[in-house]
């Protein structure tokens, strides 16, 4: 099972956002990934821009997954 996101379809696409935040006091390694691509680095809250499909959100310190989540964007 996984998170299922609904983009809403009276709000152009580019938009809708998801914040992605790490709370891991100390941690200044940490990398966010979605499908394997690194889309940020560092504990600021990110802003990802879904779409449409399946999607694997990771957190990563650089080595190895620290959490993922599997997400559903409809």
Request: hydrophobic letters at 40%; proline letters at 5%; a positive charge.
């Amino acid at each position: 099972s996984g998170l299922i996101i609904a983009l809403d379809p009276e709000i152009p696409e580019k938009q809708q956002k998801v914040p992605l935040q790490a709370r891991l006091a100390g941690r200044k390694d940490l990398r966010w990934r979605i499908n394997g691509a690194e889309i940020a680095a560092g504990t600021e809250t990110t802003l990802w821009s879904p779409r449409k499909g399946r999607h694997v959100i990771e957190l990563t310190d650089g080595r190895r997954s620290i959490q993922e989540v599997e997400v559903l964007v409809r």
